[in-house]
């Protein structure tokens, strides 16, 4: 049964940085397309970062990219989200989610990750 | 970008009644739309993927249409389980757009 959990969301004060960890079980998460999205409290959702399975495939959204990196560790079969520079419109859940047919899609998410910008 | 928008933004229903939520693209994406639930607390699931295809599992009463600029998502027969935020979604290159999703309460 394909599961990811993700961790790593908590209080973080402007200006600072966070990393998230996306787990993957029952499936290798190399093989799969996989995203981090986030959903601000009361708000629709948001595509942040795209990583392909073969890896070779990298895209941001315009209103993270600089601030956003999105990587893998196979060994670890997790899915990272390192966000610097943080701000209060940052504070969101956080989900990963992935699908291995289409990457026009998201069929597979994680519970999601809270995270709370303020000093 | 292709921006989304669906209506109603808040639609009140009965157990039974058929729903239709609507998607409208602001230029034409073929039939690369999919639909979403969401209830409190949770992740979104993925209902309809190439506007019109059931994920697996899915109950039948839910069903997608639609191509180009306009697409909808009817529930034949609303359940208890139905009451939940639906959003479409659409991939275009490098980015992925929701629309700003619909909320189905009780009426």
């Known amino acids: 049964q394909v599961q990811l959990v993700e961790s790593g969301g908590g209080l973080v004060k402007p200006g600072g940085s966070l990393r998230l960890s996306c787990v993957g079980s029952?499936?290798?998460?190399?093989?799969?397309?996989m995203s981090w999205l986030r959903q601000a409290p009361g708000k629709g959702l948001e595509w942040l970062a795209y990583?392909?399975?073969?890896?070779?495939?990298?895209y941001y959204a315009d209103s993270v990219r600089g601030r956003l990196t999105i990587s893998r560790d196979n060994a670890k079969n997790s899915l990272d989200l390192h966000l610097s520079s943080l701000r209060a419109e940052d504070t969101a859940m956080y989900y990963c989610a992935g699908t291995k047919g289409s990457p026009f899609y998201f069929n597979h998410w994680g519970q999601g990750t809270l995270v709370s910008v303020s000093s | 970008d292709i921006q989304l928008t669906q209506s109603p933004s808040t639609l009140s229903a009965a157990v039974g009644d058929r729903v239709t939520i609507t998607c409208r693209a602001s230029?034409?994406?073929?039939?690369?739309l999919a639909w979403y639930q969401q209830k409190p607390g949770k992740a979104p699931k993925l209902l309809v993927y190439?506007?019109?295809s059931l994920e697996s599992g899915v109950p039948s009463r839910f069903s997608g249409s639609g191509s180009g600029t306009e697409f909808t998502l009817t529930i034949s027969s609303l359940h208890p389980d139905d009451f939940a935020t639906y959003y479409c979604?659409?991939?275009?290159?490098?980015?992925?757009?929701f629309g700003q999703g619909t909320k189905v309460e009780i009426k």
């Open positions: 979604q659409h991939h275009n290159r490098y980015s992925w757009t």
């Open positions: 190439d506007a019109s």
């Open positions: 029952g499936f290798s998460i190399s093989d799969y397309y």
């Open positions: 230029q034409g994406i073929s039939i690369w």
């Open positions: 990583l392909s399975s073969s890896g070779h495939s990298v």
